[in-house]
């Protein structure tokens, strides 16, 4: 896998032109889980741990969650889900296109 910076040429803003503010809002949604859990990371996916069946799973994180309802509630479904997709792939990639 090779990560490469976004091409200059292409503009993200036409298409996205909320970027500021949803990055700032997804932020703080993040900012206020590590506080809430007291840690400096954040993951994708949380252990969840089912004592009575003895079985360990796995499920998509709380602030993913949080960030997904906030864009959907905020946009609707397909803005929100395209919103959603956006912060989530510029928090992973940070700003990298990845091949």
Sequence with gaps: MEIKP???G???NKEWPTKEKDMHAAQLIMEEYAREQN???LGLLELVVDTEEKKLDFRIANW?????YHFNTLYGANQGDFVTRQVITKCITQGHVIH
């Design 6 to 8: 976004i091409a200059k």
């Design 10 to 12: 292409k503009d993200v």
């Design 64 to 68: 993913v969650i949080a960030i997904a």
């Design 39 to 41: 840690s400096d990371s």
